[in-house]
C-alpha cells in the first residue's frame, strides 16, 4: 500500500469529522485527478439531500472544475460507497478506489453486493480497502455511540 494512500484516509478522516457538526455520519472524500484535490464530507443533513454523500460531491465537484463528466483519478473515501455512490464511481471513470472500513449493512464493493467487480459494469476500478480501516471504523462507532446517549 503507498503511503499516499493512509495520508489521504487521514485527510478525508479530517473532514468526516467535520460533517458531525451538522448531524451528519462522518465520511469524508479525496479525489485526485490531474494534480487536484477536490475534497468533500457528508453532507446529507446540513442539505436535506439525500444524494450528498461525500463521494457524490467530490465527484461533482471535478467534473465542474474540469468541464467532463470522465473524471478519472483516485477516490480516498473513509467507508466502503454504497450502490449509489459506486454507481456514481463506474460512471465517473474513477481509476482507483482507495477506502477505510467496510460497511456490512450497506456496502457496495463487496461487503453486501459488489457494483464495482460486476461484470454488467462497464467499467473496471482498481479497489484497495482497508486502509486504517479500525480508525476509519471506530470513528463511525463513536459517531453512532454519541448519537444514541
Not at 457538526?21 to 462522518?26: I, K, L, Q, R, S
Not at 463506474?90 to 453486493?113: H, N, T, Y
Not at 454488467?120 to 479497489?127: F, K, P, Q, R, T
Request: charged share 25%.
Amino acid at each position: 500500500m503507498p503511503d499516499d494512500d493512509e495520508i489521504y484516509v487521514r485527510r478525508a478522516m479530517a473532514l468526516a469529522a467535520e460533517a458531525t457538526a451538522t448531524g451528519d455520519v462522518p465520511i469524508g472524500a479525496i479525489l485526485l485527478v490531474d494534480g487536484l484535490a477536490f475534497a468533500a464530507k457528508n453532507e446529507k443533513e446540513r442539505d436535506g439531500d439525500p444524494t450528498a454523500h461525500a463521494e457524490i460531491l467530490a465527484i461533482r465537484m471535478a467534473a465542474a472544475a474540469l468541464g467532463r463528466w470522465r473524471v478519472g483519478g483516485t477516490l480516498y473515501v473513509t467507508k466502503e460507497p454504497c450502490p449509489m455512490c459506486a454507481g456514481a464511481i463506474a460512471a465517473a471513470r474513477i481509476e482507483r478506489l482507495v477506502f477505510g472500513c467496510r460497511d456490512p449493512k450497506g456496502g457496495a464493493v463487496g461487503s453486501v453486493i459488489d457494483i464495482l467487480r460486476s461484470a454488467a459494469v462497464n467499467h473496471h476500478v482498481e479497489i484497495v480497502d482497508g486502509v486504517l480501516h479500525e480508525e476509519t471504523a471506530q470513528q463511525l462507532r463513536d459517531f453512532f455511540a454519541e448519537r444514541r446517549r
